[in-house]
């Protein structure tokens, strides 16, 4: 059996399409054990060094993933400073290197929470060796999980794509308690009135739906969760079709990255 759901919204923001091919029985939204957790999104203007997210009801053993979006040379690499979490390169997402895209590094770093603030409120601070020269993002989202190695079936975009259309390649298989973690950005191209090419240029993107639970921060970059909540097996393919403020604007750029999260 093949689902498809829509959810269309206005004309500036996304419209994601994700498709569900289940095998026995097809996923459920909903809560249950293990849960997606409060995700938060900093954005940090050009030509700044430091940029810090707090992340509110972390507990111990907790994993945080988090992608960082910054201009400038990609080496040596940004460092973090957060009590109780020691955020590294994440071995299984373009072998622990960052993404090439418009100009800009995007890297996933990851990592257990182990003994955080007694209140819960994890502050992460991310310093870069330079100031990235145009605005920059922190994404993270905390996930309860018991496996040993829980990141699986990372894939992005080409980082050379120009379009509306912004979709990973390859679909990620998902089971019972499994969660998808994918972000999107996207950016003017070429060069119009109000946007100089580089992100997040004038594009926008947001978009809640049934099933699928969405964070954003001033709407781009956009971070997307997805679990699934009943028995069986099946695949996840999130799209965003961008929709640019500027008719002129026929080919933005865009990109996204997306992982899933075991839980057993």
Do not use: H
Request: hydrophobic content about 40%.
């Amino acid at each position: 059996m093949t689902t498809l759901l829509i959810f269309v919204l206005t004309p500036v923001v996304l419209l994601a399409v994700v498709k569900f091919f289940t095998f026995g029985c097809p996923f459920t939204p909903g809560s249950v054990a293990p849960s997606l957790y409060t995700p938060v999104v900093a954005t940090g203007r050009a030509n700044e060094t430091t940029l810090t997210a707090t992340i509110k009801g972390v507990f111990d053993n907790e994993l945080i993933v988090a992608t960082l979006q910054w201009g400038g040379p990609p080496t040596p690499g940004p460092t973090f400073a957060a009590t109780g979490l020691g955020l590294y390169p994440a071995p299984m997402v373009n072998n622990g290197k960052p993404f090439s895209w418009n100009g800009m590094n995007i890297q996933v770093f990851i990592n257990n929470v182990d003994n955080p603030p007694k209140d819960g409120n994890l502050a992460v601070k991310v310093t870069l060796s330079v100031p990235s020269p145009v605005p920059w993002s922190l994404c993270i989202w905390p996930y309860q999980t018991l496996a040993k190695d829980p990141v699986f079936g990372a894939v992005s975009t080409n980082p050379n794509f120009v379009g509306v259309e912004i979709k990973t390649p390859e679909p990620i298989t998902l089971s019972y308690g499994y969660a998808l973690y994918a972000v999107a950005f996207a950016a003017d191209s070429p060069a119009t009135a109000g946007g100089d090419g580089a992100f997040p240029g004038s594009n926008s993107l947001s978009g809640p739906g049934w099933g699928l639970i969405t964070y954003n921060n001033n709407s781009n970059p956009l971070l997307i969760g997805f679990q699934a909540t009943a028995a069986g097996t099946g695949t996840v393919t999130p799209l965003a079709i961008n929709k640019p403020t500027d008719p002129k604007n026929t080919n933005p750029k865009g990109f996204m990255l997306a992982l899933g999260i075991k839980w057993p």
